[in-house]
């Protein structure tokens, strides 16, 4: 258990290269029946419900922070991010579990569903026409069969609001 | 052994036996970077670590194979056999040196010239540059190391031999270490120009030519000193494994979680009744507590650690400077955790230099000023309550205050008019700011201005705190007070609004409960929440309003629920903060918060409890400057620190009230017990003066303005003084509010019941005498005290207090109190009235005042003074249990907080008939 993530650490951030190679893996998830990809080497964990501990005064996409095997990994309500409407409270939401910069981010989403493989030939960029609040943290659309998957860039998707100021 | 010495040796050998792989293999792969660099920066290693422990044998014959190294890291020089082979003669040289070292704990005596020699040869690429040189035996492997070495060691005395140096003995060229070397020191510039010139062409011929006659002793000694070395060095690397920092870490963490799982464990057992898991659960608590308790002290290390250069350091900068410097150092032995030793110890050597530099006098300076000619540098390090205290003190010249205010105006840190309104803590303080250096000129030691900033950020990013104090002429003292470890901390669990939050337990003072029903009970000042603590009153912090905390059902909550109040401290400012519910204390492990929540500073950290749940840890520090700058009104004031050293000097709580006249008037808020609405139907007459029936009393009702009058409906706020079962009450028009700020009183008042005119939150305030007022509700409102004395004499009270307001303050107060009270601005004043033969019966002083501190005055008087006798009350803001301590040991009999009006009286009275009783 305490050494599943060893693995990921290893092999994290090789993901962000998704046109040159001919498939790419993504983990996906849905969001308010929206369905998003992040590259399944940037993935660590997945979780099912977990308790949060709530941030005061932290920025309104914090959604608290939670005890993984021993590791405070900050939750991010990826909904509140997303401009989307929060999810309703009796509905339990599953988390991915990324790392940025060695710090760990729980991603907060409905539910995560299958890793695919997906080609690039189906990918494409952002269209023009894309809310200009997602377009900020996707890198491009999957035509999948019957739906469209929206690819997640982890950075950009932590970087919010005063992010950049702490870290500078 | 040296503990130092014996971690040197360890390391060295580790980084030897790697040298010797490493070196093999870059011959191999002479075009590998990465490996090049890594051999270079092992000799890099072992020459610091050399110069730093004073070898210097070691470290020339480390110093020229790294610039050999070093030429070939930058592609001057191609990487040869022979070079190669050159580098591990160097290494086995060192190899045997340190064999010696470890069996004598010092450098044979002799140099390494011919070797050096060769090494700077080799480093200028004129060493025999031929591929075929008779560097015969071409892989160097581990095993051939000897062979190689003996060979290497001939070539080398035959060149030492060919060259017609003026010192060319064969005795000096065998480069091993037991050979005591006659070797002149001036040796090897001369032949060393001499061969530049020949070296192309010598070297190869005689190599061939005179390998046998000194290769034979030089292998003989050389051999058996490096077997000898190889048998010991396991001796000593037994004892001690290298651990990587990151392997303990880990450690440490999983350490952590088999506690917490431990916890739940044990939690489940209790609820069970009669389990087959509970001896084997018991042993597993046991085991886990030692195993716990283990890992922590991987962790610790002596600070000696921290300071072993520190006498080098010192010794180079007396030379340097033409000083004499003793360095005294207690408490080497101190333990802290290892990441804390890492960084204190630049700042540290910092201001041991500055010490050394700025601090201390030339010897003939300090005959002058009738000091013994060597100065002193103490550091001292001792446990205090979870911190360890560091003291650097030296009896040097002290700060000069002039100079620091100059160089504060030159640099635009504070006008003239603003350094003039400023105590000499605060002016001292300056030295902290960044670019300032009050050194007249800048030496090769210290003076560049960078410096005392960086030491105080590099503290207080551990959570420190560094106080300076000096006098001048005397010496400077700074105190640096660092937690014993950054991992570690004892937090209480407090819960607000359904959120649990932990305490570091270090500033929590005191927890007090107060409900409706508790003999504490929170009131408010225009919504400012205070509670009135022992005769006080405690300003209010509520945790749900500061953290915009929502609780569950929306509402905020009374004053008449029940909450607990953690009477906090930060510095010398006392605050409570108000929660729902207070659970236990946790030996927390703090770790840093997401770098997307740091500009919070609400909290120092985050955590994991024993249940495995998050919890953030509150910063006392943080909590303490944004409530102070809603206090004070002050924008900008994020630097916490200025905040908090502003607050150690005259500032103090004033309650804000409107009475009479337009102007506002002011009280210290210490001296008002409670504060009460009183219902003017209420108010009775009684002996003409007007009485309100409270708590079963009469409690008389004083207006500030006489001719005020009081109507008889609606209600009006009453300030509450209280002494014993007595109480009056001060009738005001409105409270306007509570501000902490220095008060300076600057126009001193003709009319009765005013102390004089102060600016306060920027407007001309009155400050009211409340002793005035006291002896106006009851003629011997004092009387207590005036009974005890039962003497006909009234006792005579000195006074020393730098402060005009103190002793406008104190004079009346005292003098009501039956006291017969001269008083003095400095100590120097009072010691002239000690000459002048005037007698006291009692002294009260002040601690913090310019020139004599009370300390020195103390000293000085119980020293053999005419008052050596006299009893003395000291009278601070700092009323910390070290400053009372220290209070104690100069020979103060008491020591009261200023403004404890009570306390002082009580303590004179105290004093007094303590001093009878002895007579």
Redesign the interface.
């Known amino acids: 258990m305490?050494n599943a993530n060893l693995p990921a650490t290893t092999r994290k951030g090789k993901g962000d290269d998704l046109v040159t190679v001919g498939s790419q893996d993504y983990v996906t998830m849905t969001i308010a029946d929206h369905l998003f990809g992040i590259p399944v080497l940037q993935v660590q964990d997945v979780l099912g419900h977990q308790?949060?501990?709530?941030?005061?005064?932290?920025?309104p996409e914090?959604a608290?922070?939670?005890?993984l095997?021993?590791?405070?990994v900050?939750a991010i309500d990826v909904r509140q991010r997303l401009h989307l409407p929060s999810r309703a409270k009796d509905k339990p939401g599953m988390s991915i579990v990324v790392d940025l910069?060695g710090?760990l981010?729980s991603l907060m989403v409905d539910s995560v569903g299958e890793v695919l493989s997906l080609s690039a030939q189906d990918y494409e960029r952002n269209p023009a026409t894309l809310d200009p609040r997602w377009r900020e943290v996707s890198t491009g659309i999957y035509r999948l069969n019957g739906q469209l998957m929206v690819v997640l860039d982890v950075p950009r998707l932590?970087n919010?609001a005063?992010?950049e100021?702490?870290?500078g | 052994m040296d503990d130092l010495l014996s971690e040197f040796l360890t390391e060295t050998n580790e980084n030897l036996s790697v040298l010797d792989v490493e070196l093999v293999r870059l011959e191999q792969n002479p075009n590998n970077p990465e490996l090049l660099s890594n051999i270079f920066r092992l000799v890099h290693t072992i020459k610091g670590t050399c110069g730093f422990l004073g070898l210097p044998r070691l470290e020339k014959v480390a110093h020229a194979s790294e610039n050999v190294l070093g030429k070939f890291r930058d592609g001057e020089l191609v990487i040869t056999p022979e070079a190669v082979s050159l580098i591990l003669q160097a290494l086995d040289t060192i190899k045997s040196l340190l064999a010696v070292l470890e069996a004598t704990e010092a450098e044979p005596p002799g140099d390494d010239l011919p070797l050096i020699e060769r090494l700077n040869l080799c480093a200028e690429g004129k060493l025999a540059p031929a591929p075929a040189a008779p560097a015969a035996p071409e892989p160097p492997a581990l095993s051939k190391a000897e062979a190689e070495r003996q060979a290497m060691l001939a070539e080398l005395d035959a060149l030492w031999d060919a060259t017609p140096g003026p010192d060319a003995t064969p005795a000096a060229a065998p480069g091993t270490a037991l050979t005591p070397v006659a070797a002149e020191p001036e040796a090897p510039v001369p032949s060393q120009n001499l061969v530049v010139h020949e070296a192309p062409e010598p070297p190869a011929p005689v190599k061939a030519a005179a390998p046998a006659p000194s290769a034979a002793p030089a292998s003989g000694m050389g051999g058996s000193v490096a077997e000898d070395g190889g048998t010991k060095e396991s001796s000593v690397a037994s004892q001690t494994i290298r651990v990587n920092v990151d392997l303990l870490e880990n450690l440490m963490t999983m350490v952590s979680e088999l506690v917490l799982t431990r916890n739940q464990l044990l939690q489940i057992l209790r609820s069970q009744k009669e389990s087959e898991f509970a001896a084997p659960l018991q042993r597993l608590n046991h085991v886990t507590s030692e195993l716990q308790e283990g890992v922590m002290k991987t962790r610790m290390q002596p600070i000696g650690n921290a300071w072993a250069k520190l006498p080098r350091l010192v010794r180079d900068l007396a030379h340097e400077l033409g000083k004499k410097i003793d360095l005294q150092m207690l408490g080497a032995d101190t333990e802290l955790d290892r990441q804390v030793l890492e960084l204190i110890k630049d700042p540290l050597t910092h201001m041991v230099r500055n010490s050394a530099d700025h601090g201390l006098e030339t010897p003939a300076d300090r005959l002058r000023s009738g000091k013994s000619e060597t100065g002193r540098i103490t550091l001292n390090a001792y446990h205090e309550g979870g911190h360890i205290i560091i003291e650097i003190q030296d009896d040097g010249r002290g700060l000069a205050i002039d100079k620091i205010k100059a160089k504060a105006i030159q640099n635009g840190l504070a006008t003239e008019g603003e350094l003039a309104g400023m105590s000499d803590q605060q002016i001292i303080q300056f030295i902290m700011k960044p670019g300032f250096s009050t050194a007249a000129a800048i030496t090769n030691v210290s003076g560049r201005g960078v410096g005392m900033d960086v030491v105080k950020t590099n503290i207080e990013k551990i959570g420190g705190t560094i106080e300076i104090k000096s006098v001048f002429g005397r010496g400077s003292t700074f105190v640096i007070k660092i937690p014993l470890t950054l991992a570690i901390v004892s937090a209480l669990i407090v819960e607000c609004a359904t959120e649990r939050f932990a305490i570091p337990q270090i500033s929590v003072v005191e927890l007090v409960r107060a409900a409706a029903d508790s003999e504490h009970t929170i009131e408010r000042l225009k919504g400012t929440p205070v509670l009135r603590l022992r005769n006080r009153l405690l300003p209010l912090v509520s945790l749900q309003t500061l953290l915009r905390l929502e609780s569950e059902d929306g509402k905020q909550r009374g004053d008449d629920d029940e909450a607990f109040i953690v009477v906090t401290q930060v510095g010398t400012y006392t605050f409570g903060i108000m929660v729902d519910r207070v659970f236990d204390t946790e030996e927390i492990v703090v770790k840093p918060v997401s770098p997307i929540l740091r500009h919070i500073e609400m909290f120092s950290g985050n955590t994991i409890l024993g249940d495995g749940s998050v919890i953030m840890i509150l910063d006392p520090n943080g909590i303490a400057s944004a409530t102070g700058e809603m206090a004070m009104g002050e924008t900008g004031a994020k630097d916490t620190s200025t905040v908090h050293a502003a607050r150690q000097d005259d500032k103090m709580a004033l309650l804000l009230f409107r009475a009479g006249d337009g102007a506002p008037k002011a009280v210290p808020l210490s001296l008002v017990a409670r504060l009460e609405d009183v219902d003017l139907a209420s108010v009775e007459m009684s002996n003409g003066a007007p009485v309100v029936q409270y708590r079963g009393k009469l409690m008389p009702l004083v207006p500030i303005d006489p001719n005020f009058q009081m109507g008889s409906e609606g209600r009006l706020p009453v300030l509450v003084f209280a002494d014993g079962d007595r109480s009056m009450g001060l009738v005001v028009e409105e409270i306007v509010d509570i501000v902490e700020e220095k008060l300076v009183v600057q126009l001193t008042a003709e009319r009765p019941g005013l102390m004089g005119s102060a600016i306060i939150a920027g407007k001309a305030t009155d400050v009211i005498d409340a002793g005035f007022f006291l002896t106006q509700a009851y003629k011997d409102w004092f009387g207590n005290a005036e009974e005890s004395l039962g003497d006909d004499r009234a006792a005579r009270v000195l006074l020393v207090d730098d402060s005009p307001f103190f002793r406008n303050l104190l004079t009346p107060l005292l003098s009501v109190a039956g006291y017969e009270v001269t008083a003095v601005e400095t100590a120097a004043d009072a010691l002239a009235l000690c000459e002048q033969g005037e007698d006291f019966d009692v002294i009260v002083s002040d601690i913090e005042m310019p020139g004599m501190t009370g300390f020195e005055f103390a000293e000085t008087i119980r020293r053999g003074s005419r008052w050596q006798d006299v009893p003395m009350v000291a009278l601070s803001s700092h009323a910390t249990p070290r400053d009372l301590d220290r209070g104690r040991q100069v020979g103060f009999t008491d020591y009261v907080a200023k403004f404890d009006r009570d306390a002082l009286l009580y303590a004179l009275q105290q004093t007094l008939s303590d001093q009878k009783g002895a007579a």
């Open positions: 305490s308790r949060i501990t709530r941030i005061p005064l932290a920025p914090v608290g922070a939670l005890n095997r021993g590791r405070i900050t910069r710090e981010y932590l919010f005063n992010l100021a702490a870290l």
